[in-house]
């Protein structure tokens, strides 16, 4: 195996995560205000166009159709859906069958990659927490990203923008990975090959250094193979939220939605909350 270690980060100087670029492959531990933003992570920036081959879209495709129906369940008709934190676009691939999908993400390089994916959808550089569109969805949809929200502050300010761009009658749906009720630590394994002989591996371990706090954290160490044969290792340390069933419902009741937990656990056992929040008509 050759161990690439040229040129392929290009963040050496600046970045806050670990890479083996530039160090071993353990994490610098940073404390909250230092630690790296999402924009930041090697995940949503350099490792960007390896998103698809790190965690491929038909994985998304049972999860998909869940969202639907949870998007679907408002009391108007639904065709207009703002997703935030769209990422890759992968629950955005098979939402854009039935619905319109306007995209929205922090980072450049991963609207990039959605784009490529899901040409027909509009897409928008934005942060959740601020974004405004300056017009209204039949319904909003915030997936995993909604887990980068790693403060109360934060997560009051992405439930509002939820609300500003949700019209009256319509449903916003959050799937964070975990809520403190259901939050196990743990480790994930996967990724993929392509047919042109690139391949990504990643290792995901969970764990909560605090559990009276929002935040847990997760070590993400990423392995590339180019179609070379060249290997490269990334490592970040994302820090993400977790919230109480209860926070979360008096939350959305805040800003105007009429809030509900729907507990679902899909094929591969993995057991999530999904929180909806229904705007009164
Ligand atoms: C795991 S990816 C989302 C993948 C997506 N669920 C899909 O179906 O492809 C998480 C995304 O959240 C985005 N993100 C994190 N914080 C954000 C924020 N404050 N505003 C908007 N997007 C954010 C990241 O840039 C990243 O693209």
Known sequence: MRFDVTGLCGKSETCVNSCASTAPLYGVRLDGETLGMPEDYH?????????ALITPPEHYEEEAAVYAR????GEIPVREV????????????????????????????????SRVRNPECEHVQGDMRDVRLGRDFDAVFVHDAISYMATEADLTRTIETAFAHCRPGGVAVFAPDHTRE?????????GSDAADGRGARYLEWTWDPDPDDTWYETEFVVVTRDADGSVHVSHDTHRLGVFPRGTWLRLLD???FAGSVTETTFEDGIRVDILVGRRPL
Request: charged residues 15%.
């Open 43 to 51: 995940l949503y920036s350099d490792l960007a166009p390896w998103f």
């Open 254 to 256: 805040t800003a105007g």
């Open 70 to 73: 949870l998007l679907t369940s």
């Open 82 to 113: 703002l997703e935030l934190g769209s990422g890759g676009g992968h629950n955005a691939s098979y939402l854009k069958h039935d619905l319109t999908m306007t995209l929205v993400d922090l980072s450049e390089d991963m609207l990039a990659v």
């Open 182 to 190: 259901i939050f196990r630590p743990g480790t994930e394994h996967g």
